[in-house]
């Protein structure tokens, strides 16, 4: 279920009080996860707060919100619905922050179903995001997630801008993606990138692609077609900024890839543990 919801949120009352006590979702304790809503005002089907509060408990790390809007244009999603909804999206951005699930959060339900969310076609917005952990921050201006269609398939639209990270000299400063989530209520889902395109300094990365998640990288498929335009220069940008792996990294992978016009492409497959690019296997499985 968490990776189900965490591509519909890859990025959501009655009225109370102007600042919230802190809640969690119902079938989620709070030593795992609590948020606080400041001024939500609930309609029938939308949802708007002045700030959110998010935090995983028993960790540094937190995420705020100054200015959040929900809202379903089909009339299907409840109001109460939209709020659970932006709580397991404030709960996956936290844990993908993290690098994972915190040992408390293990096995915990998120209380929300995709048939909650049929046949709506929820959207949502953030703006000016902070994502902090000591000695790391991750902002950005604007974020938003709608879905164009919630049955049978799940077909969303991702974007995000003003995007700074300051550990990761690659972060793209501005994402879009285009996506369809099939198999939602079964066992194994497939992900297809039907478009993904992204901008850091004066390269854009364009890709498409599918990906079968699974409990781990070894259970866990993936057949993707990336390019970049400019990477010597990008290299040249991060040369004095980045960790010299990640330079060493980017300059193999361009030795690898082919050349179109001013883009290098690269045909990325992930099977059984092995991964390829341009369907040379790498010299090292992953777990």
Known sequence: MFTRL??????????????????????MPASCFTYELAGPQSSAHGLTAKTLH?????????????????????GHVQGTTLERFNAVAAYAALSAFRGGISDACKDQGLG??????RPGTP?????????????HDMTIRKASIQAIQTTPDLHL????????????????????????????????????????HAVSGSSAVDGKGTIEPGATASTS?????????????????????????VV????IARLMGRQSGDATLWDIGLSGGVVTV??????????
């Open 112 to 117: 929300i179903n995709s048939s909650d969310l």
């Open 157 to 196: 639209k991702v974007e995000g801008t003003g995007i700074h990270d300051t550990k990761q000299p690659l972060m793209p400063t501005q994402l879009s993606a285009d996506l369809t989530v099939q198999g939602l209520d079964t066992a194994r889902q497939q992900i297809t990138i039907n478009a993904l």
């Open 248 to 251: 060493a990294a980017l300059t």
């Open 278 to 287: 341009n369907r040379i296997p790498l010299p090292f499985s992953v777990p």
């Open 54 to 74: 998010a935090t995983l408990t028993g960790t540094d790390i937190t995420l705020d919100i100054h200015g959040i809007s929900l809202s379903d244009p089909s």
């Open 221 to 245: 498929a993936a057949d993707l077609h990336i390019g970049v335009t400019n990477v010597d220069t990008l290299i040249g940008q991060i040369r004095d900024t980045a960790p010299k792996k």
């Open 6 to 27: 965490t591509m519909f949120a890859a990025t959501a009352a009655l009225l109370i009080p102007a600042v919230a006590s802190a809640s969690t979702l119902p079938d």
């Open 123 to 135: 959207q949502a917005a953030w703006t000016d995001v902070k994502l902090a952990r000591p000695g």
